[in-house]
């Protein structure tokens, strides 16, 4: 089992930037892949951004390319998501995901693809 605890959340103003951060404990973290994902009130959970075991490649929502930078330390077993020209529409509560894969280049946006999720991190945006 893995336990991913997520941190840096918080309330900025439009434009702004936030880092958040991913930390893993438990099973081999560079057995899995990582994924970013966050649910707004009222809507449902949706894809930001992914990065593969070995963290070469990185993959995005179109509505965050350009501004999302995923991340990841395997030898800290923490995932970094840092958010640049924060949008209101960006407000949602931030969760980190892992899934178990045996390919180093797999990744999903399907959040029931996922394995394990941590508790989530408040980011609010305001205008």
């Known amino acids: 089992q893995v336990q991913l605890v997520e941190s840096g959340g918080g309330l900025v103003q439009a434009g702004g930037s936030l880092r958040l951060s991913c930390a893993a404990s438990?099973?081999?973290?560079?057995?899995?892949?990582i994924g970013w994902f966050r649910q707004a009130p009222g809507k449902e959970r949706e894809f930001v951004a992914a990065?593969?075991?070995?963290?070469?490649?990185?993959y995005y929502a179109d509505s965050v390319k350009g501004r999302f930078t995923i991340s990841r330390d395997n030898a800290k077993s923490t995932v970094y998501q840092q958010m640049n020209s924060l949008k209101p529409e960006d407000t949602a509560v931030y969760y980190c995901?892992?899934?178990?894969?045996?390919?180093?280049?797999?990744?999903?946006?399907?959040?029931?693809?996922?394995?394990?999720w941590g508790q989530g991190t408040q980011v609010t945006v305001s205008s």
């Open positions: 995901a892992a899934q178990l894969t045996s390919f180093s280049e797999t990744y999903s946006t399907k959040h029931s693809e996922y394995d394990y």
């Open positions: 438990g099973r081999t973290f560079s057995n899995y892949a």
């Open positions: 990065v593969p075991r070995r963290g070469i490649r990185t």
